[in-house]
């Protein structure tokens, strides 16, 4: 193989890498993140709480809800509620699979 072959079989090369780098390291939970107009979007409502079923993955449930749950514990995410601040969405999942949902109320913090 002279020169220039080499060169160009090292270039296709870098390219065919590159282009696996970068499909690698797309993550699809932050790009449907940064596709919400507003930053509370990510939460959950009450409407995107129904429309999740048990047997669901965990991505299925980060589509519908427009983001990541808080990881509680090993397996276990919870959801802020878009509006009311005294409630949130608790979610269990099992080998990717939800297995357990419930709704958690929460005691404000004011001092007043």
Do not use: P
């Amino acid at each position: 193989m002279n020169k220039k072959g080499f060169y160009v079989f090292l270039s296709i090369c870098l390219v065919m890498l590159l282009t696996m780098l970068i499909t690698a390291c797309h993550d699809e939970v932050l790009e449907i993140e940064e596709s919400n107009t507003y930053v509370w979007q990510k939460y959950m409502n009450e409407e995107e709480y129904k429309e999740v079923k048990e047997g669901m993955s965990y991505l299925d449930v980060v589509r519908i809800s427009g983001g990541a749950g808080q990881q509680i514990n090993n397996g276990t995410y919870e959801w802020n509620d878009e509006i009311l601040l005294t409630k949130g969405y608790r979610l269990k999942f099992e080998d990717d699979v939800l297995v357990k949902k419930e709704i958690v109320k929460r005691k404000g913090k004011s001092k007043r």
